[in-house]
């Protein structure tokens, strides 16, 4: 189980940091990562860190502003956000492979691979 907290209404220009929580297996041997939806539009991948670590990828849109990180012994992980644009407006969800190997965040992407989600937060960037 997957448990997401941390969005909400902030100013373009703000910060804003999502947790995620998981219980029932660990996250550092899976490939975990962040996507999210906008209204109207489908759900995209934001970023990703490969199960072990050895691989760390972010969308165009937002590289150089979100940073991605997990803490094994709390056994979260967080998407921080910052220089929020209105474009970023969207529900946000963390999710992490549900398979037997440790795929790569290319393939982590691809709707098809099975995962766990978290419930989806929803995130305002408005003056």
């Known amino acids: 189980q997957l448990v997401e907290s941390g969005g909400g209404l902030v100013q373009p220009g703000g910060s804003l940091t999502l947790s995620c929580a998981a219980s029932?297996?660990?996250?550092?041997?899976?490939?975990i990562g962040w996507f999210r939806q906008a209204p109207g539009q489908g759900r995209e991948g934001v970023s990703c860190?490969?199960?072990?670590?050895?691989?760390?990828i972010y969308a165009h849109a937002v590289n150089g502003r979100f940073k991605i990180s997990r803490d094994t012994a709390a056994n979260t992980m967080y998407l921080q956000m910052n220089n929020l644009k209105p474009e970023d407006t969207a529900v946000y969800y963390c999710a992490a492979d549900r398979v037997t190997y440790t795929p790569v965040c290319s393939a982590f992407f691809e709707e098809g691979l099975s995962k766990y989600w978290g419930q989806g937060t929803q995130v305002t960037i408005s003056p």
């Open positions: 860190i490969r199960g072990g670590g050895v691989e760390t």
């Open positions: 029932g297996f660990g996250l550092d041997r899976h490939t």
